[in-house]
């Protein structure tokens, strides 16, 4: 459920008109709900409530949406932070999350983003290889400090999810091999400075079913009991991510929080671990649109082109992974039309869909994309020397701008080159 509604015949975010929103702020600009935040926040946290042994953490996948304002935002509505990368972990500390509620993933950490990490505090560091448990030992080890880390293990399942999402196939770069997590955690435990008691899967995102997520659990639960018997005393079990999100009809319907927490709670019953969560999309995905005005329609063989002001640089999620994003006026016509929507970018791949039936817009209309919030922002760039978009809070009937349009200029950061 969002916050996202017809008001007066017009699109609004909680008791704000979109309408005012682009008047004021302009397009295209991402627009996200605090309410729907909220929601979402709290939907996960009670989903998963009472699983495993001690408090569970939902730890937010920062990179999803890393705006500050989002993560004080989420911080506040009791979720820690899973980082990949010293960036992420500094915005997750500026926006007031507490290191003991932060985990560090992902496969290219560096010996000075470990250090800075280690030094501020953790929970944990999900170590990716060998090679990156010794560089931690080190770090570690001139720290005079213990590194709490564990290993990310790939289960080799299929997540069922777009190719460029799937993680935990033993011919993707993340974790480490089952077959090496025993020998790996007795290495791990015999180096200077790491506290190995953890283990993490991360298989995946937008999944529709439970049962990869499942196979990958039951896996990781062998795998414990594997590791405690050969005396590593493992108290964490991080299950990441990759919960997918409803995109509307005629779309998979993703399982809910609920039945997600259900499996958890039957797979893990024995572990006798606390439990760790990585939600992103499911946190932000529905709780942002992008909203863009229709700058012309261009007559086309198959179907008219509507040509908005939002392009693959402001969201790349189509030309990326072939993402669906719900299309929908801001004031809707009633009179339905079948059209191609595309940006201004000069790329073929700036193609948001084909095809599409929707309420008929005409030039200065305004349209939103909607499950813009998560991996929308954050993955745009100034190609074609185009601003970053905007990005607006609603939170009741007030909104706040909360990234200004960045300027192309701005993004060179550079004026006057110096010549070494
Ligand atoms: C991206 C990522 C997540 C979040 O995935 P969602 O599909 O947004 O829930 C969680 N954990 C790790 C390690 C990730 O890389």
Redesign the pocket.
């Known amino acids: 459920m969002d916050h996202f509604h017809l008001v007066d015949r017009a699109l609004h975010c909680e008791g704000v008109s979109l309408e005012a929103i682009a008047a004021a702020a302009g397009t295209p600009t991402y627009v996200y709900s605090s309410a729907t935040m909220d929601r979402h926040a709290a939907v996960m946290q009670q989903a998963v409530a009472g699983a495993g042994s001690g408090e569970p953490l939902v730890a937010y996948?920062v990179?999803?949406n890393p705006n500050a304002h989002v993560l004080a935002r989420l911080g506040k509505a009791g979720l820690g932070a899973?980082v990949?990368s010293i960036g992420e972990y500094r915005r997750a500390r500026a926006a007031g999350i507490a290191p003991e509620r932060i985990v560090f993933?992902?496969v290219g950490k560096t010996a000075e983003e470990m250090a800075e990490a280690l030094a501020g505090g953790l929970l944990q560091f999900?170590v990716e290889s060998m090679e990156e448990a010794r560089t931690l030992s080190a770090v570690a080890a001139e720290q005079g400090r213990a590194a709490p880390m564990g290993f990310?293990i790939n289960p080799d399942v299929s997540a069922g999810t777009h190719a460029k999402?799937t993680?935990g196939t033993a011919d993707n770069k993340f974790g480490i091999a089952a077959g090496d997590a025993l020998t790996f955690t007795r290495e791990a435990a015999s180096l200077p400075g790491l506290a190995v008691h953890g283990v993490?899967v991360?298989i995946?995102?937008?999944?529709v079913s439970l049962e990869p997520l499942e196979q990958a659990f039951r896996r990781l639960g062998e795998l414990i009991a594997a590791l405690r018997e050969d005396g590593c005393d493992i108290r964490i079990a991080d299950l990441?991510?990759?919960?997918?999100v409803p995109h509307g009809p005629g779309q998979p319907e993703p399982p809910s929080p609920e039945a997600y927490g259900h499996m958890v709670r039957r797979v893990t019953a024995d572990w006798n671990t606390r439990l760790l969560f990585?939600?992103?999309?499911?946190i932000v995905?529905n709780a942002g649109v992008l909203l863009t005005r229709v700058v012309r329609v261009k007559p086309g063989v198959r179907a008219p082109w509507l040509i908005v002001d939002a392009g693959m640089n402001d969201l790349m999620r189509p030309a990326l992974y072939d993402a669906y994003h719900r299309i929908e006026a801001v004031r809707p016509s009633g009179v339905s039309q079948v059209v191609n929507v595309v940006g201004p970018v000069c790329e073929t791949g700036d193609t948001f869909t084909m095809d599409r039936e929707m309420d008929r817009v005409e030039a200065g209309d305004l349209i939103v994309f909607r499950t813009a919030g998560?991996?929308g922002a954050t993955l745009s760039s100034g190609y074609n020397s185009r601003p970053l978009a905007a990005e607006v809070l609603v939170d009741g009937d007030r909104w706040a701008l909360i990234r200004r349009r960045v300027d192309p200029d701005a993004l060179a950061g550079v004026e006057t080159a110096e010549w070494q």
Do not use: F
């Open positions: 996948a990179k999803a899973d990949v993933s992902g999900n990310r999402i993680t993490t991360h995946g995102s937008q999944l990441g991510g990759g919960l997918g990585e939600p992103g999309r499911l995905g998560a991996y």
